[in-house]
């Protein structure tokens, strides 16, 4: 256990005790160890031990998994308690890294609905005290990071930064090249959108140092390395087809990369500084891409005007379809002027 700083930590220890004593009583073992890995300290990571155990039931029948997802979100959204929260969110994060593609599946499908916000923590408060707090702050920016990285992932067709999608990594550049270029810009959005999502992290008063944050970071730095790497893959492709693009699919393009390079000194604090050849390169590779997208969509706008005004020219005004009855500059007539005495052209 962690430090119990006041009569809260006391009650949610207690509270962990009765939870895990009467799921003991009854054998259930998957709720047991979602309760021991879920306990109401602040201070402390779930127990490893107890991590293995939940991902261990996606190595049995989808039934056992999808009983193990279910058990996992229901604790996740009827709690009330910060510490509960982060540490089912942090399990949800495990599943996506390290968990078995059944138990991936299980949760990238619930519920059946589908939807952007399902993890429904957008107004999660837990105001029992400073620390919980500012955890609870934590809990809704992480929430809405793993729904985006999802979201990324269903959009990618494998999950991010996991294990088990080695394969789809080593043929990624075989695969983009095959894509239409509708699909390509709409994966960069996703990943764009993972990237805005992680640099939104909050700031850290009573909880730094904390071992539950510094893991958060190390789970989302890792996340970030593999969306670098996605990303990279994608925006070389865009090299060779940057002259190629509608210009409908330029101006998509231009707005996501300009995304990207809005979210560059946020995601600065993510960014190891053993991979900073890579991400510098990317850099590069980002701005080269924008500047040929956004010239092209510059030189498609100027000859859409171009073609516009001439389109006009051709119609005519309402004056030049009646010219031939109403003078231009260039016409002339000669009259006669008694004041001056000659005859002058006007």
């Known amino acids: 256990m962690g430090r119990l700083t006041n009569l809260r930590d006391l009650v949610g220890a207690i509270k962990d005790k009765a939870s895990q004593s009467k799921a003991a009583a009854i054998n259930n073992s998957l709720h047991l160890s979602l309760l ?32 193990a997802i279910e058990a996992l979100v229901d604790r996740l959204q009827h709690t009330h308690d910060s510490s ?14 390290q968990g078995s593609f059944i138990l991936q599946d299980q949760l990238s499908v619930y519920p059946s609905s589908g939807g952007r916000n399902y993890l429904k923590l957008s107004n999660f ?5 400073p620390v919980s707090w500012e955890l609870s702050c934590w809990v809704r920016w992480y929430a809405r990071y793993l729904e985006q990285l999802l979201y990324a992932s269903r959009v990618l067709g494998f999950f991010l930064c996991s ?36 640099g939104r992290k909050p700031e850290s008063l009573h909880l730094k140092g904390n071992s539950i944050i510094c893991e958060i970071l190390n789970l989302v730095g890792a996340d970030f390395l593999s969306a670098i790497n996605d990303v990279s893959v994608r925006v070389n492709e865009f090299k060779h087809r940057v002259s190629c693009l509608s210009f409908g699919e330029s101006v998509e393009l231009v707005c996501v990369l300009k995304r990207l390079e809005g979210c560059r000194e946020k995601m600065g604090e993510l960014s190891p500084t053993r991979k900073r050849v890579l991400i510098d390169g990317m850099w590069v590779a980002v701005r080269e891409v924008l500047d040929k997208s956004t010239e092209a969509c510059r030189g498609e706008k100027e000859g859409r005007l171009l073609l516009t005004w001439g389109g006009r020219r051709e119609q005519g005004t309402e004056s030049a379809r009646f010219g031939g009855r109403v003078l231009s500059c260039s016409d002339s007539f000669r009259a006669s002027s008694a004041r001056f005495g000659s005859s002058r052209y006007i």
């Open 36 to 67: 021991r890995a879920t306990t109401h300290d602040p201070f402390t990571l779930p127990n490893p031990k107890h991590i293995a155990t939940l991902l261990s039931y996606g190595h049995g029948s989808r039934a056992t998994a999808s009983a």
């Open 84 to 97: 509960v929260a982060v540490k089912c969110l942090l399990i949800v994060h495990q599943i996506v890294k």
């Open 125 to 129: 408060r837990d105001n029992s005290s």
């Open 163 to 198: 294990t088990t999608s080695t394969a789809e990594k080593d043929r990624a550049e075989e695969k983009v090249s095959a894509m239409v270029t509708s699909d390509l810009v709409k994966e960069m959005d996703s990943l764009v959108g993972l990237m805005e999502e992680a």
